[in-house]
């Protein structure tokens, strides 16, 4: 089972900027596609960004031109890079691996005010 921990959340003005991270354990990181993806109040989880193994990457229009997603192999870890925060954007922000198998982090705030 790979572990998947979220840090970078927080509390930011709208045009403001966060980097979101997410470290995995295990060996299989390299080898997974993965995502962020996020949940406002009411709302249903929706993918925000995805990379896969080889960095091929894919983002909602909603967040096209403002959010970056990377990752860094070596360290087992993938990053969200959010610009141009906007209020619309505060939501609980979750990483997930796809390798033959799914799992979650445990997800990170990320609240914008106006």
């Known amino acids: 089972q790979v572990r998947l921990v979220e840090s970078g959340g927080g509390l930011v003005q709208a045009g403001g900027s966060l980097r979101l991270s997410c470290a995995a354990s295990g060996s299989i990181f390299s080898m997974a596609v993965m995502g962020w993806y996020r949940q406002a109040p009411g709302k249903q989880r929706e993918p925000v960004a995805i990379?896969?193994?080889?960095?091929?990457?894919n983002y909602a229009d909603s967040v096209k031109g403002r959010f970056t997603i990377s990752r860094d192999n070596a360290k087992n870890t993938v990053y969200l890079q959010m610009s141009s925060l906007k209020v619309e954007d505060t939501a609980v922000y979750y990483c997930?691996?796809?390798?033959?198998?799914?799992?979650w982090g445990q997800g990170t705030q990320v609240t914008v005010s106006s």
């Open positions: 990379i896969s193994s080889s960095g091929s990457t």
């Open positions: 997930r691996i796809d390798s033959g198998f799914t799992s």
